[in-house]
């Protein structure tokens, strides 16, 4: 005599216990991968940052000197440095003088483009971004002297180059009170029209400038990459464990108020460019660790970090985090190397 055993399947209620199970364990096992996920990010990060400071510790050892911050045509430390970070092919593609004359109102082809009456077209750093620039990015050359996105130079926390509308060309202040900026580059932070702005490539570290002002009492709190700085790590009257070097530049909205067309930026996050130089540390620390509610501090370091962990490289090649609510004449303390200030416990991260 044959039997039959009919499978039993799960009912609705059964079913539904085990979804809402499921995705109690999701909830809380997301959290978890995203702290070790930060934690990763975080670790290259500073990764990145000690690489930076390696190789301008090589660089003082080679020249007796740190690179400048900015020189006279607004050229920052980095592309110095490029042949130190295992980036030689793009250091031999950077032109450091098209021939203008110093501190004329050209100072953007200085930079990162080129002035047709001095440098032919295949030497340009970046395509000039006027009005009357083509719509888009003209070739040759296959690769500008301010292009190409280098991982040493980017933090995985923050927005990826392809998330960002525009890089920051230089810090710029000379109104009398500010110093640090070649003669007539007027005053402000300076971020990239299209369509060079599509071609700069992206950076989330810029050297620190201390104070910009250069009177007494600030003038105590330069930084050791100011504009037209010859530092060396060799004499550091605070100690270079107590020099801030590097710092992390996330970057932050801005509404230009455009279309994006090629005399400006596209509306959108704006962040550092590798031939940047530096930021001013007068400015404080960013706050605002929301990179959607258009209120980053472009003006001023910060990071993407959980809590808004911003980690700089001292001048002695250690990298540690200091929070955005540090008091500010101890930041301003940490960013001089000749105040006669020494700042203890500065790692203020977990």
């Known amino acids: 005599m044959l039997r039959s055993k009919a499978k039993r399947a799960f009912t609705l209620i059964e079913l539904l216990v085990v979804i809402a199970i499921i995705a109690v364990l999701i909830g809380l096992l997301l959290p978890a991968v995203q702290k070790v996920r930060e934690a990763a990010n975080r670790m290259s990060c500073s990764n990145n940052l000690h690489q930076i400071a390696l190789a301008a510790a090589n660089y003082d050892s080679a020249f007796m000197k740190l690179p400048p911050g900015m020189d006279g045509r607004t050229i920052g430390a980095m592309v110095r440095l490029l042949p130190y970070l295992e980036q030689q092919a793009q250091y031999t593609l950077y032109i450091f003088d098209d021939g203008t004359p110093l501190g004329n109102s050209h100072f953007y082809y200085n930079f990162a483009s080129f002035n047709p009456a ?46 960002t509308t525009t890089g920051m060309l230089g810090c710029f202040y000379d109104d009398g009170t500010f110093f640090f900026a070649p003669p007539g580059t007027g005053t402000g932070h300076s971020f990239s029209a299209r369509p060079g702005a599509d071609v700069v490539g992206r950076c989330n570290y810029l050297g620190v400038a201390g104070e910009c002002r250069n009177f007494p009492p600030y003038n105590i709190f330069f930084g050791l990459l100011h ?5 060396t790590i060799g004499r550091v009257p605070d100690g270079t464990s107590n020099t801030l070097m590097f710092g992390e530049y996330a970057g932050g909205y801005i509404n230009w108020g455009g279309n994006g067309s090629n005399s400006t930026p596209l509306p959108g996050w704006a962040t550092g460019h590798w031939s940047c130089g530096f930021d001013f540390s007068c400015f404080g620390l960013d706050t605002n660790i929301n990179i959607n509610d258009g209120g980053h501090g472009w003006w001023s370091f910060g990071s993407e970090h959980a809590g808004g962990l911003i980690q700089f490289a001292y001048a002695d090649g250690s990298v540690r985090k200091l929070s955005p609510q540090i008091d500010f004449p101890t930041f301003l303390a940490l960013s001089g190397y000749m105040d006669g200030v020494v700042v203890q416990n500065q790692d203020q991260g977990q």
């Open 118 to 163: 001095y440098a032919p077209p295949n030497q340009a750093n970046r395509p000039i971004s006027s009005s009357t620039a083509p719509a888009v990015i003209p070739r040759p050359p296959a690769v500008y002297g301010c292009e190409g996105n280098f991982k040493v130079f980017r933090c995985p926390s923050a927005p990826a180059p392809e998330e």
């Open 227 to 231: 504009y037209n700085s010859k530092t």
